[in-house]
């Protein structure tokens, strides 16, 4: 814990790396995880459908992260934690071209049945 799922349009020009880093310091800061519980997964995606529009024309791109996070978490932090996302994805995901991003992140608390093992 926490679980971080970023879903991206993957022609963006996003600093993976540089996110995550910041990402985790953000989540150890406002949601007390531990640093080496800290996990992202990518998942670019190679079309991003908007409306009726043609995807072929790459006019919109998204990005889409969901934090998992065990129980006890206030809504508060929260909404803090998904306000922090989306100012770091505004500073790691360069504009560099006409396509609308549409950035979002989401808090949600893991389910009872959670369980994880390293090998």
Known sequence: ????????????????EGFAR???TAVVEIAAAKPEACKTQ???????????EDPTDLG?????????L????????????????LHLLKKHVEDDGPAVLH?????REL?????????
Request: glycine share 4%; no cysteine.
């Open 70 to 85: 065990l129980t006890g978490r206030t809504d508060e932090t929260k909404a803090e934690l998904t306000e922090a996302v």
């Open 1 to 16: 814990m926490p679980q971080i799922t970023v879903d991206h349009s993957s022609f963006l020009s996003f600093d993976r």
């Open 22 to 24: 910041d990402l985790h």
């Open 42 to 52: 990518f998942r670019p995606s190679e079309v991003t459908a908007f409306g009726y």
């Open 103 to 107: 950035a979002s992140a989401e808090v």
């Open 111 to 119: 389910d009872a049945s959670y369980r994880k093992f390293e090998a």
């Open 60 to 68: 919109h791109a998204v990005v889409h992260v969901t934090i998992g």
